[in-house]
């Protein structure tokens, strides 16, 4: 079995200031980790995935997220936010192997001000 | 590269109508996804196709939902007779069938309004 939790619906940050988007784990397997980012009116788009290569995982437009298996965590940072990051994020686990079966979490919902 | 087509991008139905939607996956791409997303969750699974084979359904509702993938690329989902609780957007997806290349890459969307 397989979950996510992200322990943030909601997280407001002002522009230029440093974002963090937490997401915990659950798999009974080596997994395979992601994050997707949902516009409005858009579909998603994968910003960044962990398959058991290095630990910490660069993304486009600036994000990173980093594997930690003791906490069983794959939190998703960007150094400094912009307006364009506006949006909703999922955490998404995938069991390994040619048949995987992605479980999203609920997504966060980044609000960022001026 | 094209990404994956979804149509329509928006549909008004009313309850107890029929309803069906369309994707083309990113050529090659052997596996082919249909999910469920209704607003203010994330994605749920509701068909997995590899090629034109169901791979899981375990999360479709049979009674009134059906999908095929004839000639293992293109793919139809429908929905008959809608429910109001059918009102959601339904997201298409297609991956690579190789180990370690589960990346799944998602249409835009059909955003389906039950009245």
């Known amino acids: 079995a397989q979950s996510v939790t992200q322990l943030d619906s909601h997280v407001s940050v002002s522009e230029g200031t440093p974002v963090l988007l937490r997401c915990n784990y659950s798999s009974s397997y080596s997994p395979s980790l992601f994050w997707y980012v949902q516009h409005p009116n858009k579909g998603l788009q994968l910003l960044l995935k962990?398959?058991?290569?290095?630990?910490l995982v660069k993304g486009i437009n600036g994000f990173e997220a980093e594997f930690k298996k003791s906490e069983t965590s794959f939190h998703l940072t960007k150094p400094s936010a912009h307006m364009s990051d506006a949006a909703e994020y999922f955490c998404?686990?995938?069991?390994?192997?040619?048949?995987?079966?992605?479980?999203f979490g609920t997504g966060t919902r980044l609000q960022v001000t001026l | 590269e094209a990404g994956v087509a979804q149509s329509p991008r928006y549909k008004i139905i009313e309850k107890r109508q029929s309803v069906a939607f369309w994707c083309n996956p990113i050529s090659g791409h052997a596996t082919l996804y249909w999910y469920q997303q209704i607003l203010g969750q994330g994605p749920k699974l509701l068909i997995q196709f590899q090629n034109n084979g169901v791979v899981d359904d375990s999360q479709l509702p049979k009674d009134r939902f059906s999908a095929e993938r004839l000639k293992g690329v293109d793919s139809t989902l429908k929905i008959q007779p809608a429910k109001l609780e059918d009102s959601a957007v339904y997201l298409c997806?297609?991956?690579?069938?190789?180990?370690?290349?589960?990346?799944?890459?998602f249409g835009p969307g059909t955003r389906l309004l039950v009245l």
């Open positions: 998404v686990v995938s069991s390994t192997g040619t048949a995987s079966k992605l479980t």
């Open positions: 997806a297609s991956s690579l069938w190789l180990p370690g290349e589960e990346t799944q890459y």
């Open positions: 962990y398959t058991s290569a290095a630990t």
